[in-house]
């Protein structure tokens, strides 16, 4: 009956990519955001949706604008590295 409320909205990351592009492992990543480090693992998973002050410490931390890093909709596949990609 009637809409899920917004906290069971699905929020989905990229903190894996980000995380170890940035050469940080999940304990890390938790002790500079100030949060434990199975939180981290929650959110990697998409089980748990960040406040918006996190999801923030965590995007500035990895270098990326918040909406690269989360979003209410599914992300693309993965991108790849065009550094690695010479043209033919």
């Not at 009956?1 to 995380?19: A, C, L, N, Q, T």
């Not at 990543?29 to 965590?58: C, M």
């Amino acid at each position: 009956m009637g809409r899920k409320p917004k906290s069971e909205d699905p929020v989905y990351s990229r903190i894996v990519e980000h995380r170890t592009r940035a050469g940080l492992s999940r304990q890390q990543l938790a002790d500079a955001v100030g949060v434990h480090y199975q939180t981290v693992g929650y959110l990697e998973r998409g089980e748990y949706a960040p406040s918006l002050a996190l999801a923030l410490r965590i995007a500035q931390l990895v270098d990326v604008p918040v909406e690269q890093l989360f979003s209410l909709t599914p992300f693309a596949e993965a991108t790849v590295d065009t550094d690695s990609e010479e043209p033919a």
